[in-house]
């Protein structure tokens, strides 16, 4: 049997390629045998590691958000002395800029589009943005606490942000002339300008 840590990095291996599948074809193209040439193992490793394609798609999904904020733990493990910025440095870095970000992003999409019609990842993406949410919430509050932010329900500001990020992330993925990289960043500070002391 495979030491621990051989096994974590090979489960990881293979939610990665599962991630680049469901980012390069979607959700519903996805099929354990190219999630297996993708990560360079056989159908057989992938099955030992997960039962069925769901439990694959779902796993994939945690590992899409946890590295998401791993990107950004040392943002949040820094000097919170400057709330504001670190919450406008948050946002930005969760536009779709790069290619893995971009890879990132399409991987929620399929996440929301399939989860409209399925419990368990709408369980996940509750969960999931509910953490989400919570950090930018958290945030919020330091900032009001510092006297940087004015005072409002945090849940408030924290969810117009989020869904701020959302929603023009979307339509940057799908390609909307209305929506450039640098519109976003303009909304985004001129919203936290505009809840700043």
């Known amino acids: 049997m495979a030491r621990p840590s051989v096994e974590a990095e090979r489960r990881e291996q293979i939610l990665s390629?599962?991630?680049e599948v469901i980012a390069d074809r979607g959700m519903q193209s996805l099929?354990?045998?190219?999630?297996?040439?993708?990560?360079g193992v056989s159908s057989g490793t992938v099955h030992y590691y997960f039962d069925?394609?769901?439990?694959?798609?779902?796993?994939?999904f945690e590992l899409n958000?946890?590295?998401?904020i791993e990107g950004r733990r040392a943002m949040l493990a820094g000097d919170q002395t400057d709330s504001l910025a670190t919450l406008r440095a948050l946002a930005h870095s969760n536009l779709p800029v790069t290619e893995a970000s971009i890879r990132a992003w399409r991987v929620w999409a399929e996440l929301w589009a399939e989860g409209m019609r399925d419990e368990t990842l709408q369980e996940i993406n509750a969960r999931l943005y509910g953490q989400w949410r919570d950090l930018v919430r958290d945030?919020?509050?330091h900032g009001q606490e510092r006297g940087q932010i004015i005072e409002g329900d945090a849940d408030v500001f924290a969810d117009v942000l989020v869904s701020?990020?959302?929603?023009?992330?979307?339509?940057n993925l799908m390609h909307s002339p209305e929506m450039p990289l640098d519109?976003?960043?303009?909304?985004?500070?001129?919203?936290?300008?505009?809840?700043?002391?």
């Open 17 to 19: 390629a599962a991630c």
């Open 31 to 39: 099929r354990l045998s190219d999630v297996a040439k993708r990560a």
């Open 52 to 60: 069925t394609k769901r439990d694959v798609i779902n796993a994939a």
């Open 65 to 68: 958000y946890e590295r998401s």
């Open 139 to 141: 945030l919020v509050v």
């Open 164 to 171: 701020m990020i959302d929603g023009m992330s979307i339509q």
């Open 183 to 197: 519109r976003m960043i303009a909304r985004i500070d001129s919203y936290l300008d505009a809840i700043t002391l």
